[in-house]
């Protein structure tokens, strides 16, 4: 590998664990506001254009931004050399779709 491919594979590595703390930034903060909701049982919530009190709807809700906050810390402590790996498969993957560009 040359310089520019570690650059990079640096800066890929960075952009995925930003990636990660938006998503776990924005999950959380869903969650936050959907744990009250699955809480009360007279909180109603908008699913498919009705208003409704149902448990279940809140439920996905709470389960949705959940895995928003899953995803996010997944990519934020994952390790490195997964990460490169990621990027190498990544690179051969768009060789194979786009070599006759080059």
């Known amino acids: 590998m040359d310089i520019r491919q570690l650059k990079q594979m640096r800066r890929h590595r960075r952009l995925f664990r930003l990636m990660g703390f938006v998503w776990a930034l924005v999950g959380g903060m869903l969650l936050l506001s959907c744990i009250p909701l699955v809480l009360d049982p007279n909180a109603s919530i908008?699913?498919?254009g009705?208003?409704?009190t149902a448990f279940g709807p809140k439920l996905s809700a709470a389960l949705f931004a959940g895995g928003f906050v899953v995803a996010g810390l997944c990519f934020l402590f994952v390790p490195a050399r997964f990460l490169d790996r990621l990027y190498v498969w990544r690179q051969s993957a768009l060789s194979a779709l786009f070599f006759w560009r080059r």
């Open 50 to 52: 009705v208003r409704t």
């Open 46 to 48: 908008v699913y498919n």
